[in-house]
């Protein structure tokens, strides 16, 4: 029998094979410099979060903590998704945090410390309160990016009676660099997808990055562990235990992204071209749009 998650998985998957994102009018967009390097997975320790992909390396730090796990992930696609759709730095959030929670894709069933309500407002602080560089280093050149993602806020839910909306809407406002980052070169995903791999923050970054590096990869590339993993789990310390963890969230992703076109091998991945989440023809229509 299975469990209540696959059963979600599998339906997902389902809907997805069914029906294009754009017929059920589930396209969104991740940013670029959060798919090529990623946030963390759980609690991190200390106030600055570093994650390298290759000669790229993102820096994080935010005074109320580091933003980590499936909700900031979820957040952020949202953002995207809103900035490139509304072409506005300033997003407008709902007048209630159940509203809000919906949107995002997140459960709104929980309450208390550890509860989904607490741990979105909590996400939602630290993420908000974020500080950002995306650095760029090789040979030839040195690039540098530092932006704090949001200029402004106001959340007008109220703590105590958070079904209730509030005498006004929340509103974030975007800071100019971040606004113009997510909204130059976003990546085209299939919101039904990602929400279906909310459980599982490494399965969220492996779709995203997948879909991504699937768009431009024109023959069979080989990429060792020890790379991947400090691109995408630089937390565990033995690879073998990171190898793990990926195939694992793998099969998830091959759940609802199909057309990706990936093997294993002891050495690492072979990721060899395939069809993206988003056709290109979408996509490009999508952008201009």
Known sequence: MLNKSLEKLLSSALAIEDQSAQDRQDVGFSARCMVLATLPHSKPVGEVFKR???????????PHGLPYGVIPRLLLCWITTEAVRTKSRTLTLGNSLPEFMRAVGIDYATSGKTGSRTRMREQIKKLFSCYMSCCYNDKDQDADDGFKLVQKSQIWWTPREPDQGGLWESTLTLSEEFFQEITQSPVPIDMLALKALKRSPLAIDLYLWLTYRTSYVKQTVAIPWD??????????????????????ALKKVQLVYSGVNIRIE????????????????QRKTLLIE
């Open 52 to 62: 390298k992909n290759g000669n790229y390396t993102l820096t994080m730090f935010s």
């Open 266 to 281: 002891d050495e690492g991945i072979l990721l060899a071209p395939g069809q993206t989440s988003i056709p290109k023809i």
């Open 227 to 248: 790379s991947l993993r400090l691109q995408f789990g630089s937390e565990y310390k033995r690879t073998i235990d990171f190898k793990i963890a990926f195939t694992d």
